[in-house]
């Protein structure tokens, strides 16, 4: 714990990932290090609150999964039912996009939570760790970030979770929230946001001992490519998968021989299309051949609207989880809106 000049209290929660790496015997870098070392490292963090780290993980993201999420999920509310103010969720930035979305569906509570990462090790030149640390610390102890759900903070902007994808390999600032941009930014130690953002009700979660007890939703993602012919959405199909979702072309198009695929695994489980352009929402009625969205639909498939494809399948999992198979279609047409 920091000693603090501030009356607010945030939770830190670390799961490993770039922003946590370092090579100690000079190789490749590795998570390695704790949420204390993380918080000792951040120049200012204890003039913001009281900050209470914890390590939750020692993880690279894509070693990243659901029931991690979920338990990061369950630590964060026990953190604000305790007191915190905010709280801030360190990881990885491979996954990072999926796992606060994920956390997004689920999170209730009007506290700030805010996730963050970096693309430098702390032994780089310029490592950008410490900075987006403390600007998530900033997010999640203001009072403007309040009733906003899940945010993203990286690089001195604040993005909604349900936009925010990573969109470059290196760069530190891979983040950006393609069409509807940021919903805020971090200017002199402040959160300032603009208009208020819509943010769907919260997917009820069933309780830790429930949602353990029990095998988990299986939820594949398939991305159609020129020539598809459907054969890899049949063998999932024969897997007996709960819900599965096509990437598909353009505004979520799929060749004729691929609808037909896609018409039947319809007939035994949610079937969700989306675009995989990284842009721009899925069709509604302009097309309507084979393959189409008008046919995909006509099919029993469900349009994703603006979620991407990876956002599209967590969202799917979701409802599964929560018992909700019948109200997917009416999910995605809400969620899946600005």
């Known amino acids: 714990m920091l000693a603090s000049v501030s009356s607010a209290v945030v939770a830190i929660g670390a799961l490993g990932g770039t922003i946590a790496s370092s090579s100690p015997d000079g190789s490749a870098l590795v998570p390695t290090l704790t ?20 390590t939750l993980a020692m993880l690279p993201s894509p070693s990243l999964d659901e029931p991690t999420v979920l338990g990061a999920l369950d630590w964060a509310r026990a953190a604000v039912d305790a007191g915190a103010d905010g709280v801030v969720i360190t990881q990885g930035t491979d996954t990072l996009e999926e796992t606060a979305y994920l956390l997004d569906l689920f999170w209730d509570r009007p506290q700030p939570l805010v996730v ?49 994808a990573k969109t470059d390999s290196m760069s530190t600032g891979a983040f950006r929230s393609p069409v509807f941009g940021p919903v805020g930014r971090l200017v002199e130690g402040e959160a300032v946001y603009g208009a208020a953002s819509r943010r769907p009700a919260p997917v009820t979660i069933p309780d830790p001992a429930t949602r353990l007890g029990g095998p988990l939703p299986r939820v594949p993602l398939i991305i159609t490519h020129l020539g598809d012919r459907g054969e890899v959405l049949d063998l999932v199909r024969a897997s007996a998968p709960d819900g599965v979702v096509v990437a598909g072309f353009g505004a979520g198009h799929v060749s004729a021989v691929m609808a037909e695929a896609v018409g039947r695994a319809a007939a035994v489980c949610p079937v969700v299309f989306a675009s995989r352009t990284g842009s721009g929402p899925t069709g509604r009625e302009m097309y309507g051949y084979p393959g189409s969205e008008v046919d995909l639909v006509a099919r029993g498939a469900v349009a994703a609207g603006w979620l991407p494809p990876v956002k599209a399948r967590l969202l799917l999992w979701a409802l599964l989880l929560a018992g909700r198979r019948d109200d997917v279609a009416a999910a995605f047409a809400d969620r899946g809106a600005p």
């Open 116 to 164: 963050t990462g970096a693309m430098r090790s702390p032994q780089s030149p310029g490592a950008d760790g410490p900075a987006n640390l403390l600007g998530a610390v900033r997010a999640a102890t203001a009072a403007a970030s309040r009733d906003r759900g899940v945010l993203v903070a990286f690089d001195d902007q604040l993005h909604q979770a349900r936009w925010v």
């Open 35 to 54: 949420a204390e070392l993380l918080t000792e490292a951040v120049p200012g963090l204890s003039a913001v609150g009281e900050v209470r780290a914890e």
